[in-house]
């Protein structure tokens, strides 16, 4: 097995550094007593009034907008777990996501009174971890075809060995 680079180490030293950082981002608004909207009821409503007589359809309501900043908070959750897996452990950082989502509302629903734990929660969070992690591997995918251009071109004599283009 080849070693890793020191770039590509760093990339990885890099990428789990920001993975925890994260999840203690992730740990500390679901895991707080009480919930980020706590207070915003009548400026939310406000907004929703004002959003629905502008042509808004009435659907976006408080629950979807809950719902989808569900999705949206766990996107970087699959996104740098699914970075920071191997190609053939992708797959873990959705589980991750998943496990991480069912903790969460599990510690929410045992002992925080102050927060609602709820099965759509756990469901909207691991939609986001799938996006993310789906993303992920879409740009790992990208880099290996590149990577793998670059080293034909190397082989054929088409660029340097450093992967510039070579000047004839």
């Given at each position: 097995?080849?070693?890793?680079?020191?770039?590509?180490a760093?990339?990885?030293?890099?990428?789990?550094?920001?993975?925890?950082?994260y999840?203690?981002?992730?740990?500390?608004?679901?895991?707080?007593?009480?919930?980020v909207?706590?207070?915003?009821?009548?400026?939310i409503?406000?907004?929703?009034?004002?959003?629905?007589?502008?042509?808004?359809?009435?659907?976006?309501?408080?629950?979807?907008?809950?719902?989808?900043?569900?999705i949206?908070?766990?996107?970087p959750?699959?996104?740098?777990?699914?970075?920071?897996?191997?190609?053939?452990?992708?797959?873990?950082?959705?589980?991750?996501?998943?496990?991480?989502?069912v903790?969460?509302?599990?510690a929410?629903?045992?002992?925080?009174?102050?927060?609602?734990?709820s099965?759509?929660?756990?469901?909207?969070?691991t939609?986001?971890?799938i996006?993310?992690?789906?993303?992920?591997?879409?740009?790992?995918?990208l880099?290996?075809?590149?990577?793998?251009?670059?080293?034909?071109?190397?082989?054929e004599?088409?660029r340097?060995?450093?992967g510039?283009?070579?000047?004839?």
């Open positions: 097995m080849a070693r890793a680079t020191y770039a590509g760093f990339r990885v030293r890099f990428v789990a550094a920001l993975t925890v950082m999840l203690i981002v992730v740990l500390l608004v679901t895991l707080w007593p009480t919930t909207d706590s207070g915003m009821a009548p400026y409503d406000r907004l929703l009034a004002k959003l629905w007589s502008k042509g808004i359809p009435t659907f976006v309501d408080y629950g979807f907008i809950e719902f989808s900043a569900n949206v908070f766990f996107v959750v699959g996104f740098l777990l699914g970075l920071l897996f191997s190609y053939r452990f992708w797959w873990l950082a959705i589980v991750g996501g998943g496990l991480l989502s903790g969460v509302e599990t929410q629903g045992l002992f925080l009174t102050g927060r609602v734990s099965p759509a929660d756990v469901v909207a969070n939609t986001g971890a996006v993310g992690c789906l993303v992920a591997v879409a740009m790992r995918m880099i290996l075809h590149r990577d793998t251009l670059v080293i034909r071109d190397v082989a004599g088409r340097a060995s450093n510039l283009p070579v000047h004839q």
